[in-house]
T-cell receptor, first 113, second 113 residues
Framework: AQSVTQPDIHITVSEGASLELRCNYS??????LFWYVQSPGQGLQLLLK??????LVQGIKGFEAEFKRSQSSFNLRKPSVHWSDAAEYFC???????????FGAGTILRVKS | GAVVSQHPSWVICKSGTSVKIECRSL??????MFWYRQFPKQSLMLMAT?????????EQGVEKDKFLINHASLTLSTLTVTSAHPEDSSFYIC?????????FGPGTRLTVT
């Protein structure tokens, strides 16, 4: 069975600082990996996804993530955080295209000015 | 881009009544739709997967007689919470898949009094 671990429940960074959100997955085959962002009371917005190919993927809003098979990780990064990035971020894994998603517990990002 | 709508966006109902939530894919045909539930400050938990014209597949621990899912067409799925109780109060999010990706609706906040 697939599972996702996001070890950080809360992260606080200063505006303009760099950001890395951690995600580790467990899945026996090649995973389909996703990062979503959710603002309070809202649905989910896809930031980026990895299916295959280049292990460094670029997403929207200046985010990127790197797939590391040896570490079973798919960490999300952003070089300079903006106050509008404050939200909750979810890492998710699926077994294939259009398959059900298994979500991590989420990481709440706070941005201080 | 693919758009998924949910209606209503929020609903308050009395204990013992039933509530229907609609999920529509507005500009694409969804081969599969998913229903998730999110408790406050928690992650999304998959409730069920539905394919057009067939019975929904429920996740372990989800009462199928309480959470009725109908996938009447390639653009519409409904979730009916029957005999709702306060513990059913939650944020319900649907997603629609075009085989390659899931697109999320904005969510429905259900409060049972």
């Amino acid at each position: 069975a697939q599972s996702v671990t996001q070890p950080d429940i809360h992260i606080t960074v200063s505006e303009g600082a760099s950001l890395e959100l951690r995600c580790n997955y467990s899945y026996g085959a090649t995973p389909y990996l996703f990062w979503y962002v959710q603002s309070p009371g809202q649905g989910l917005q896809l930031l980026l996804k990895y299916f295959s190919g280049d292990t460094l993927v670029q997403g929207i809003k200046g985010f990127e993530a790197e797939f590391k098979r040896s570490q079973s990780s798919f960490n999300l990064r952003k070089p300079s955080v903006h106050w509008s990035d404050a939200a909750e971020y979810f890492c998710a894994v699926a077994a294939g295209y259009g398959n059900k998603l298994v979500f991590g517990a989420g990481t709440i990002l706070r941005v201080k000015s | 881009g693919a758009v998924v709508s949910q209606h209503p966006s929020w609903v308050i109902c009395k204990s013992g009544t039933s509530v229907k939530i609609e999920c529509r894919s507005l500009d694409f045909q969804a081969t599969t739709m998913f229903w998730y539930r999110q408790f406050p400050k928690q992650s999304l938990m998959l409730m069920a997967t539905s394919n057009e014209g067939s019975k929904a597949t429920y996740e372990q621990g989800v009462e199928k007689d309480k959470f009725l899912i109908n996938h009447a067409s390639l653009t519409l799925s409904t979730l009916t919470v029957t005999s709702a109780h306060p513990e059913d109060s939650s944020f319900y999010i649907c997603s629609a898949s075009d085989t390659y990706e899931q697109y999320f609706g904005p969510g429905t906040r259900l409060t049972v009094t």
